[in-house]
Each structure stands twice: as structure tokens, then as C-alpha cells.
């Protein structure tokens, strides 16, 4: 049985998927320890400790995200309308979708949204971010539609067309990306100038990217909430400083939005579960004051 997960079944959130994500937990992770409740802050995203899976998972991501790949990603999402429906809906749709490059979390995407959604809501933060917390990784979602596996999808990003970043995790995988061997791509600047500004970079095609285009133009959310869906991935800048050679003022502003918004999704993973029924109403009514009822997704 494949270890990832991510049939088009419409299922009841509350029934059968619950059960088949039980079900491959017990397959996928049988150290339960690495999801105790009461888990360090340091011991999240400890990827010299992580398994075979997430580690196979990075090399093969930093081998295929190409500048190639990238413009061929970004064309095929400009060229068709993949779905039409509610924010709720495609939260459903998530549900049994398990992320292979997440060293932190067992439990199945709507899960990790009203985890982060609820710590969001508990500290007092205003409804935008609430909602920010809640749809943050519905671009996953593309692995529904025909994405060509979790490499384009999923995982930490970084970005394309100037040299690899030392920063980004397991750094070494990037020898076999032909891109580190370009003699464009592989530069400090690449094809970028200095301090162009991250509207301006190619960052590596997955649920970020995807997530913020859709909602860019069918969403009232904030400059800062749409900051925190495309850069939530984005480690290498956001919590290590990298690329401050291509970053610009405004990118300093939203930084601290991002950064903001991090512990909420990292460390919401160990929280206790999250009842999806009793939650929907209040949620809805959130999801109604920022999106129309349907979008093109
Ligand atoms: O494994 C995780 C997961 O894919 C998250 O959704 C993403 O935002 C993180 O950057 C990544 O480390
Ligand atoms: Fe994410
Ligand atoms: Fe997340």
C-alpha cells in the first residue's frame, strides 16, 4: 500500500476518512513518542531525525523543482478552472490527504487547519488570520488535480532561477538538479537583480503558490493573510534569512506577518484533536465574510 493518500473519494468527514487516516498513522509512523503532546519546541522539523520517507521525499523535490518545471507549472495554472466549489468543501476534500515531507504531524489535513485555525483563535487574533490559519494548506489540494506527485505539491520552498540557497534542508540533494549546474541558474543573482523583490522571484511551484493565486483575486483577505498562504513554506527566508540579496522593503514588512503566523501551524500539530462538526458553524460564518460562496479553484 502506497504510503500517501489522496483519493478524489467525497467522503464524510466525520466517518470513514477519520478511520482510514487512523489506519495509515498506525502504517506510517510506528513511533508514536515522535507525536507526544507534549513534544519540545525543538524537537519539530528535526530533519537530521526524520525518517526515510521525508528524506526521500526532499531528493526527490530538489532534484525536479526546475526553472523548467516551473514555467510549465505556472502556464498549466493559468490555462484551466480545476474545480468549482466552497472553501469548506475543499477542506473536506483534503481529508485524507497525508503529507510525505512532514516530519511533525500524523493527523490529516483539515485536522492540521482547525488545529491551526483554533490556536489562532485562542490567542485573541483578529478573524482574518483565523481564517488565514484555516485555509492556509488547501493548496494541497492540487494533488487532486493531477499535480505529478507530493514533490510539486507539499515541502518547504525555495527559490528557482538564482543559486540554491545553503539555507533550504538537505542542501546536498541539489547537486542533482540541472539547474545547479546552469551557468545562469547557478549564480548568486541568477536571473534576478539585486533586491527585485519577492513578487518578482520565482519561488518553487507547490500549495503556497497555487493557494495564493486562487484566492488573489476571489478573496478580501488582507495584504498580510495572502502574505502568510504564499511564504508560510518559505523557511529559508522566513526563519533562517536567507535571499536578503533579492528581498526588497516591502518584503521586511511582510516578513513579520509571516513569521507571526508560523508557530500557529507548526507547532498547533501536537494539539488535541479538533471537532470538525461542532467547529463548521463558526468557521462558516468566517469563511463567508472573505470568500463568495463558490470559487474556481
Ligand atoms: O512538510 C511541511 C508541509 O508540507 C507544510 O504544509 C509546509 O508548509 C511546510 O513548509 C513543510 O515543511
Ligand atoms: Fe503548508
Ligand atoms: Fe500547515
Redesign the pocket.
Known amino acids: 500500500m502506497p504510503v500517501s493518500v489522496h483519493s478524489g473519494r467525497d467522503l464524510d468527514v466525520t466517518s470513514d476518512a477519520i478511520d482510514d487516516v487512523n489506519v495509515l498513522k498506525g502504517k506510517l509512523w510506528d513511533d508514536k513518542s515522535e507525536f507526544d503532546e507534549n513534544k519540545d519546541k525543538t524537537r519539530f522539523?528535526d530533519y537530521d531525525a526524520a525518517c526515510d520517507r521525508?528524506k526521500a521525499?526532499y531528493k526527490e523535490q530538489h532534484e525536479k523543482q526546475t526553472v523548467e518545471f516551473n514555467i510549465k507549472a505556472r502556464v498549466d495554472f493559468k490555462s484551466k478552472t480545476r474545480a468549482r466549489m466552497s472553501v469548506w468543501e475543499a477542506m473536506e476534500k483534503l481529508n485524507t490527504l497525508i503529507?510525505?515531507?512532514?516530519?511533525?504531524?500524523s493527523v490529516s489535513q483539515i485536522e492540521?487547519l482547525l488545529q491551526t485555525a483554533e490556536a489562532i483563535r485562542r490567542d485573541g487574533k483578529p478573524e482574518w488570520m483565523q481564517v488565514a490559519g484555516l485555509v492556509?494548506?488547501l493548496g494541497?489540494l492540487l494533488l487532486l488535480f493531477g499535480s505529478e506527485g507530493q514533490w510539486d505539491?507539499?515541502?518547504?520552498?525555495f527559490v528557482v532561477g538564482c543559486r540554491f540557497s545553503d539555507k533550504i534542508?538537505y542542501p546536498d540533494t541539489f547537486t542533482a538538479n540541472p539547474d545547479s549546474h546552469d551557468s545562469v541558474y547557478s549564480t548568486k543573482y541568477g536571473i534576478y537583480q539585486p533586491h527585485c523583490g519577492l513578487d518578482n522571484v520565482m519561488l518553487s511551484w507547490?500549495?503556497?503558490e497555487y493557494l495564493y493565486n486562487v484566492f488573489k483575486d476571489q478573496s478580501t483577505l488582507p495584504a498580510e493573510a495572502l502574505a502568510m498562504i504564499r511564504y508560510?513554506?518559505?523557511?529559508p527566508w522566513h526563519r533562517e534569512g536567507a535571499y536578503s540579496h533579492l528581498a526588497n522593503e516591502k518584503d521586511e514588512q511582510i516578513l513579520a506577518a509571516v513569521q507571526a503566523f508560523n508557530p500557529y501551524?507548526l507547532y498547533s500539530k501536537t494539539d488535541s484533536p479538533c471537532d470538525p462538526v461542532k467547529l463548521r458553524p463558526y468557521y462558516e460564518g468566517l469563511i463567508s465574510k472573505f470568500f463568495p460562496p463558490v470559487l474556481d479553484w
Open positions: 522539523r521525508v521525499f503529507d510525505e515531507s512532514d516530519p511533525d504531524t492540521h492556509h494548506d494541497k505539491v507539499v515541502g518547504d520552498t534542508i507547490g500549495h503556497d508560510h513554506s518559505f523557511y501551524d
